[in-house]
């Protein structure tokens, strides 16, 4: 069953490297990064089986004015690098002053979004009600869409994790039968990123993070059934670093990982 989703490692660039330093990050990936990724012992077992079964996959998102030179410059890497955005509208054109659309990304050949980022819920407004907007119309476009949930350690603390989670998958989660359809096909990725781990240094444990990913595979189980739930992936994000990825990508319903930085 792990086989079938695999290890998927994704890196959020959030506000950080323009052309320059895109350019820049993509020459020393192509000189580096087929050593690097096959010197993956350091990220445990799980990476390691996926690596030598195929089933790795690499993920980065720049900011928007870098994903047509990061899509370009992966395009000459010796291995497979998927470019997503880390946002975009639910409308596909028309009056909405910074924001991208689905065909706009799709012209230069991104099919992969990031959705409702806490920094996004938290420092620009998004909501529940926008993110369900947003992914559901990305799932109906045909894009693979990284859904990011998590509790703030104000909810943590007072025993709502469950609570919240739910509540922002019950929110989230498309209702209608295209986006439902993309869902079931595994192109829904649900992220949890607890707010009090991101950028913090403050990390969930092992066992904080298998539990918050039981919950959420149980909620996808109980909602979609057995075979949508199992080839959906669940990222873990916040703080997560090379000492401790390895013991993370160990519990069996943490499918990778959202990394970020500064
Ligand atoms: P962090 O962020 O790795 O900087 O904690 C993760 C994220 O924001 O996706």
Redesign the pocket.
């Known amino acids: 069953m792990r086989k079938t989703r695999g290890v998927l490692i994704a890196g959020?660039w959030?506000m950080n490297h323009g052309l320059k330093e895109t350019e820049a990050y993509f020459q020393e990936l192509k000189a580096k990064a087929p050593a690097v990724l096959g010197a993956g012992h350091a990220l445990g077992s799980r990476y390691q089986e996926a690596f030598k079964n195929g089933g790795l996959q690499a993920c980065l998102a720049p900011p928007a004015l870098s994903l047509a030179k990061a899509t370009a410059m992966a395009s000459d890497l010796d291995f497979p690098i998927t470019i997503a955005a880390q946002n975009a509208s639910w409308e596909k054109k028309g009056a909405f002053t910074g924001e991208l659309s689905g065909p706009m990304l799709q012209e230069i050949g991104i099919s992969w979004v990031i959705v409702g980022?806490?920094?996004r819920r938290q420092l620009f407004g998004e909501t529940d009600q926008t993110v369900k907007m947003r992914a559901e119309s990305l799932l109906q476009q045909g894009f693979r869409v990284i859904l990011?949930v998590g509790e703030t350690r104000a909810e943590r603390e007072s025993g709502a994790t469950q609570d919240v989670l739910f509540r922002q998958l019950n929110a989230a989660i498309p209702a209608v039968d295209a986006a439902i359809a993309g869902f079931l096909d595994g192109r829904l990725i649900i992220?949890y990123?607890p707010v009090w781990?991101?950028?913090?240094g403050l990390t969930a444990t092992p066992e904080q993070a298998e539990e918050a990913h039981a919950l959420i595979r149980g909620f996808l189980r109980d909602r979609f059934g057995v075979g949508a739930a199992d080839r959906t992936s669940l990222l873990y994000?916040?703080?997560?670093t090379p000492a401790n990825i390895a013991s993370l990508l160990n519990c069996p319903n943490v499918d990778g990982a959202?990394?970020?930085?500064?």
């Open positions: 959020n959030k980022h806490s920094e990011c992220a990123e781990a991101i950028g913090t994000g916040g703080s997560v959202l990394v970020g930085g500064g």
